[in-house]
Structure formats: C-alpha cells, structure tokens
C-alpha cells in the first residue's frame, strides 16, 4: 500500500489570500526572469528578490501558525501531541535557517 501525504484542510478565507499573494509572488519571481534577461541593473534585481523572500517568509509564518494553532493542538487534544511537537520544532529550526 501506498503511503499518502499528510493533508490540511484550510478554510476559504485563509487559502484564498495564501493562493492570491502566492501568484503574485510567481510574477515577481517571472519579473526577475524578465530582469536578468534584458540585462538589468544587479542592485534592481536583487531589490527585487528581497522582496520576493519576505513574501515567501510571511506565507511560511502564516502556515506555521496555522499548523500550530491547528494540527499540533489537535494532536496535543487526542494524545498524539509529542510526535507532533518534535515535528513542529524541527520545521521551526529548518524555516529559521
């Protein structure tokens, strides 16, 4: 048998602005493409992915405060909570890299 992925199922109105400000950050990251492709000036460029790495970091905290104050609850709630706690502290530690 084949394990699936782990899910979360996030309600509309915290996907719908994830999913919105995701996109924006897809045509930022294609505005950089554009950039360097015509030769733009270096301090341009990387102005701009600044701004696309705290773009990315504000989503990555809203998923980790959703999966604390979600899953890691939940888990804590039905008795499953030191798995998910050590899980929780090593991705704090990789996303604080």
Do not use: W
């Amino acid at each position: 048998m084949i394990n699936e992925p782990k899910k979360t199922i996030r309600p509309q109105e915290i996907k719908k602005p994830m999913m919105t400000r995701l996109k924006r950050i897809e045509g930022q990251v294609r505005g950089i493409q554009k950039m360097v492709g015509e030769d733009r000036y270096c301090v341009d460029i990387l102005i701009q992915i600044n701004a696309i790495n705290a773009a990315l970091q504000q989503v990555g905290f809203s998923i980790l405060e959703g999966h604390a104050s979600h899953c890691v609850l939940h888990a804590l709630e039905s008795g499953d909570g030191e798995e998910s706690v050590k899980e929780l502290i090593d991705v704090v530690k990789q996303f604080s890299k």
